[in-house]
């Protein structure tokens, strides 16, 4: 009787539990007015192929603070950097397709995409970083940008890293004649392919991520970059002779899915325009702050370094004058002449 009488109470007891005990997977899909916020974050997932400790890697966790803390967390930016998503070869297909929002490629690996920025790739455009800031705030960046919408791409700006030089394992190149027969790394792109030929070299066009590997495999022999990526990626332990040449400019133009971009408030696209905009003025102080302390920390190293004589730069300048005929025979010309009239109103205080 007993027995009957407890399992009575507990089967009892049961009911009224399952009655009044809230059911977990509801709970779990309850809102306050805190949680509902919670549903609306936008998270941004930008991909890139620098170190962290580059001019590019610095100005894009500096844009990710910005939004995240003018969006009230709200706007959250997930940064992939050194190539851990998508590398050179396959990060503009994940933006088109929007499995990242947010790449920040150079100049040269977009015109292979959308050719009119390729001539930013011209040698010896630009004479110093002021030059190419005015340049591209003015309509010839409303025009690059434009460019990007029929690959369904948003231009939010431009971030600079700097000059170029050139970099050599066995020799410095000084001369036309030390690119006889050389192998040249560069980036994939018509104007820089042309370049390294017209130099006299054969041109390999390599993904960032796999130089070291081709180096160690001694299969190129010179390339070029800027000091802060020969400095980030330690290019200089195994080509130490470093020859300052400043013949072309490497930047990025910082683009944005254009779905994602039109599915944003406009609140939202406030927030992320400002932040971009603050982060490129600071862009423009830390790049050159950054090449100029990674020339010292690779001088300290033992990096040899060699500067072009004014004579060979106007050698070099004579012999890659074809690329400018090349590129206004294209249907770009108009863009070079705006670059060349946005150059002519030079201010005075322009200074390398
Ligand atoms: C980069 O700065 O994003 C990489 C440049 C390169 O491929 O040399």
Do not use: C
């Amino acid at each position: 009787m007993r027995t009957y009488i407890l399992s009575a109470v507990l089967i009892l007891l049961l009911v009224i539990s399952i009655f009044t005990i809230p059911n977990l997977s509801k709970q779990t899909t309850y809102r306050d007015s805190e949680q509902q916020g919670l549903d609306e974050q936008i998270t941004i997932h930008f991909s890139h192929v620098v170190a962290e400790n580059t001019p590019k890697g610095r100005t894009a966790l500096y844009f990710k603070e910005l939004v995240e803390e003018k969006s009230g967390g709200q706007i959250h930016v997930e940064l992939y950097p050194n190539g851990m998503l998508y590398n050179d070869e396959n990060e503009m297909t994940a933006l088109q397709h929007n499995d990242v929002q947010m790449i920040a490629p150079t100049y040269s690996k977009i015109s292979n995409d959308v050719p009119e920025w390729g001539v930013l790739d011209l040698p010896f455009l630009f004479e110093n970083e002021t030059d190419v800031t005015r340049v591209l705030s003015s309509e010839v960046g409303d025009t690059l940008r434009q460019a990007l919408e029929k690959q369904g791409i948003h231009g939010l700006g431009f971030w600079q890293n700097g000059f170029k030089q050139m970099i050599a394992k066995d020799a410095p190149v000084q001369t036309l004649a030390d690119f006889k027969s050389k192998r040249m790394r560069t980036m994939a792109s018509n104007v820089l392919a042309m370049q390294a030929k017209l130099l006299g070299a054969t041109p390999q066009a390599v993904s960032f991520d796999e130089v070291n590997s081709v180096i160690s495999k001694e299969a190129i022999d010179v390339q070029e970059n800027t000091l802060s990526n020969i400095y980030s990626k330690s290019f200089y332990k195994e080509e130490p002779y470093i020859t300052r040449s400043n013949h072309g400019i490497l930047g990025y133009g910082v683009l944005m899915n254009q779905r994602f971009w039109d599915s944003l408030s406009t609140e939202s696209k406030g927030i992320i325009t400002l932040s971009m905009q603050e982060a490129s003025a600071w862009n423009e102080k830390i790049a050159r702050k950054m090449n100029m302390d990674d020339e010292q920390r690779m001088k300290a190293y033992g990096t040899h370094f060699y500067t072009l004589s004014t004579h060979e730069k106007a050698r070099w300048k004579r012999t890659l004058q074809p690329l400018y005929h090349e590129f206004q025979q294209k249907d770009y010309r108009d863009i070079l002449d705006a670059i060349e009239r946005q150059l002519h109103q030079k201010t005075p205080t322009s200074s390398q």
